[in-house]
């Protein structure tokens, strides 16, 4: 199929908005013919024009002192008024031998007509380095010229729709975040009585359970949902064999994926979400999601789109294609806009970032990330390095390290006094001073769940060790005599 086809068909799978913005690859193929006409009424075909190109010196002189050819061109591109004009310039020796030559037909394209213009005398410094050529000819190139506006104007209008695309997404992000933040409050919400960041020495269990229990909250709900986005690995992998980002086709088999899972624990409907702020959020937060997945499609297309379009036309035209030569990257390669430049009349008026640049894709995933993610606190940042599980009643070492209550009494009493960590000496003088109650609040806030069972846990795991310690064994059933 016709990367023409192809690309139409991309198209109609995205938003309108990115489609009615996409590059007019169609159109500009029909203007890379009318290139090849132009040319070919100036005599010009592609095999003529490529040794004239081919016989052009370097533009830093470097080989000025060869002896001069019949004729040398350079494709250059002239800027006035922000206008992008290309053009060739051709510099003709003018002896009777190299007129006889150029009045004979090539493979019978016509000859190399009048100089449009003689610029022999042009206050050009280049002009003096073909002093043994005795006539300059510059040719416009007009329909090249509505080639290269009509791709530049397109990137230029497409980069100032993505810029937009960013703006209302950081917005509604920042709008998300509030919602999901209010509908899945942790205690303290429900109660004026509780300090999540009290520094006081409350014993754990002395905090009620009670108001969190009966009020309306989808704290649990946001954290099993945000915890399957993050095993998804939507758009970034984080495994040490496919680290990055991922292709737009596994994001998009990634993120249907995660939206059927949800489905099958009923996070999409109102059996786990109690609250309809949540149901109304959960279906933005999906919408954000398709948003970046449909931006990730559009720049892969358009940035194929150019590359093969510039190809086409360096093929097509025997014109070359001015630097930088863009990469042939497309899964990392991101397309950017720039004014064209005076200074550098050979450079293109738009170019693209090299592979592993920050694209528009990746920008709106690490501003999910850090803006979204983090509302609702993860229970693996809170865990005993020991034991693994919630490092519940926290008990931070003189060296910083942290662990839970019951993982430092059983290294005390085994007299294991280096911290696991760092082997600092720590754990043998370590009592209840050592108490993270500010820790303990937060915890106790936010993961109270949790929290109520692990202190069943260590109560039950403390008593075994107090039986055990009278000479009972615990897993012994009692019989009576």
């Given at each position: 199929?016709?990367?023409?086809?192809?690309?139409?068909?991309?198209?109609?799978?995205?938003?309108?908005?990115?489609?009615?913005?996409?590059?007019?690859?169609?159109?500009?193929?029909?203007?890379?013919?009318?290139?090849?006409?132009?040319?070919?009424?100036?005599?010009?075909?592609?095999?003529?024009?490529?040794?004239?190109?081919?016989?052009?010196?370097?533009?830093?002189?470097?080989?000025?002192g060869a002896t001069?050819?019949?004729?040398?061109?350079?494709?250059?591109?002239?800027?006035?008024?922000?206008?992008?004009?290309?053009?060739?310039?051709?510099?003709?020796?003018?002896?009777?031998?190299?007129?006889?030559?150029?009045?004979?037909?090539?493979?019978?394209?016509?000859?190399?007509?009048?100089?449009?213009?003689?610029?022999?005398?042009?206050?050009?410094?280049?002009?003096?380095?073909?002093?043994?050529?005795?006539?300059?000819?510059?040719?416009?190139?007009?329909?090249?010229?509505?080639?290269?506006?009509?791709?530049?104007?397109?990137?230029?209008?497409?980069?100032?729709?993505?810029?937009?695309?960013?703006?209302?997404?950081?917005?509604?992000?920042k709008s998300l975040?509030?919602?999901?933040?209010?509908?899945?409050?942790?205690?303290?919400?429900?109660?004026?009585?509780?300090?999540?960041?009290?520094?006081?020495?409350?014993?754990?269990?002395?905090?009620?359970?009670?108001?969190?229990?009966?009020?309306?909250?989808?704290?649990?709900?946001?954290?099993?949902?945000?915890?399957?986005?993050?095993?998804?690995?939507?758009?970034?992998?984080?495994?040490?064999?496919?680290?990055?980002?991922?292709?737009?086709?596994?994001?998009?088999?990634?993120?249907?994926?995660?939206?059927?899972?949800?489905?099958?624990?009923?996070?999409?409907?109102?059996?786990?979400?109690?609250?309809?702020?949540?149901?109304?959020?959960?279906?933005?937060?999906?919408?954000?999601?398709?948003?970046?997945?449909?931006?990730?499609?559009?720049?892969?297309?358009?940035?194929?789109?150019?590359?093969?379009?510039?190809?086409?036309?360096?093929?097509?035209?025997?014109?070359?294609?001015?630097?930088?030569?863009?990469?042939?990257?497309?899964?990392?390669?991101?397309?950017?806009?720039?004014?064209?430049?005076?200074?550098?009349?050979?450079?293109?008026?738009?170019?693209?970032?090299?592979?592993?640049?920050?694209?528009?894709?990746?920008?709106?995933?690490?501003?999910?990330?850090?803006?979204?993610?983090?509302?609702?606190?993860?229970?693996?940042?809170?865990?005993?390095?020991?034991?693994?599980?919630?490092?519940?009643?926290?008990?931070?070492?003189?060296?910083?390290?942290?662990?839970?209550?019951?993982?430092?009494?059983?290294?005390?009493?085994?007299?294991?006094?280096?911290?696991?960590?760092?082997?600092?000496?720590?754990?043998?003088?370590?009592?209840?001073?050592?108490?993270?109650?500010?820790?303990?609040?937060?915890?106790?806030?936010?993961?109270?769940?949790?929290?109520?069972?692990?202190?069943?846990?260590?109560?039950?795991?403390?008593?075994?060790?107090?039986?055990?310690?009278?000479?009972?064994?615990?897993?012994?059933?009692c019989l009576v005599?």
């Amino acid at each position: 199929m016709h990367f023409s086809k192809t690309y139409s068909q991309i198209l109609l799978t995205l938003p309108p908005e990115l489609r009615d913005n996409a590059i007019q690859y169609r159109q500009l193929k029909k203007l890379i013919n009318q290139v090849v006409v132009e040319l070919s009424a100036h005599g010009l075909s592609p095999a003529i024009l490529q040794d004239l190109l081919d016989a052009s010196p370097s533009l830093d002189g470097s080989d000025l002192g060869a002896t001069p050819t019949q004729a040398k061109a350079i494709y250059e591109f002239h800027v006035e008024d922000e206008r992008i004009e290309p053009r060739l310039r051709l510099w003709v020796n003018n002896t009777p031998q190299s007129h006889d030559h150029l009045d004979e037909p090539s493979n019978g394209e016509p000859s190399i007509p009048e100089p449009v213009e003689n610029s022999q005398e042009s206050s050009n410094p280049q002009s003096t380095a073909h002093e043994p050529y005795t006539h300059e000819v510059v040719i416009p190139l007009v329909s090249d010229t509505a080639f290269f506006e009509l791709l530049t104007s397109a990137l230029q209008a497409l980069a100032t729709h993505l810029l937009a695309v960013q703006n209302d997404f950081m917005a509604t992000l920042k709008s998300l975040a509030v919602t999901i933040a209010s509908t899945s409050h942790p205690m303290s919400a429900t109660s004026s009585s509780f300090r999540p960041h009290s520094s006081l020495s409350n014993p754990a269990a002395s905090l009620s359970q009670s108001i969190f229990a009966h009020s309306k909250n989808d704290l649990y709900a946001w954290r099993e949902i945000f915890q399957l986005y993050m095993d998804a690995e939507v758009f970034e992998s984080a495994r040490e064999a496919s680290r990055g980002e991922v292709s737009a086709e596994d994001s998009e088999t990634r993120l249907r994926l995660f939206i059927d899972q949800m489905k099958e624990r009923g996070l999409s409907d109102g059996r786990k979400l109690k609250m309809q702020e949540s149901r109304v959020a959960l279906k933005t937060f999906v919408e954000l999601n398709l948003l970046i997945l449909s931006v990730k499609k559009f720049q892969v297309a358009t940035t194929e789109a150019t590359r093969k379009i510039l190809k086409k036309h360096t093929k097509r035209t025997a014109l070359p294609l001015p630097s930088p030569t863009p990469s042939t990257s497309t899964s990392s390669t991101a397309l950017t806009t720039a004014p064209p430049s005076v200074s550098q009349p050979q450079g293109l008026p738009f170019s693209f970032a090299p592979p592993g640049a920050i694209t528009l894709p990746r920008v709106l995933v690490q501003a999910l990330g850090e803006t979204l993610l983090p509302v609702i606190p993860h229970i693996d940042d809170y865990s005993c390095l020991i034991c693994t599980s919630i490092a519940f009643k926290p008990i931070r070492l003189t060296c910083g390290h942290l662990f839970c209550v019951r993982c430092l009494v059983k290294m005390q009493k085994r007299g294991n006094g280096d911290c696991p960590m760092c082997r600092a000496p720590s754990v043998l003088v370590a009592n209840r001073s050592n108490v993270d109650w500010a820790l303990l609040n937060f915890m106790q806030d936010w993961f109270p769940q949790e929290t109520k069972a692990k202190l069943k846990h260590n109560e039950r795991e403390a008593a075994q060790e107090e039986l055990i310690e009278m000479g009972v064994d615990p897993n012994q059933s009692c019989l009576v005599m």
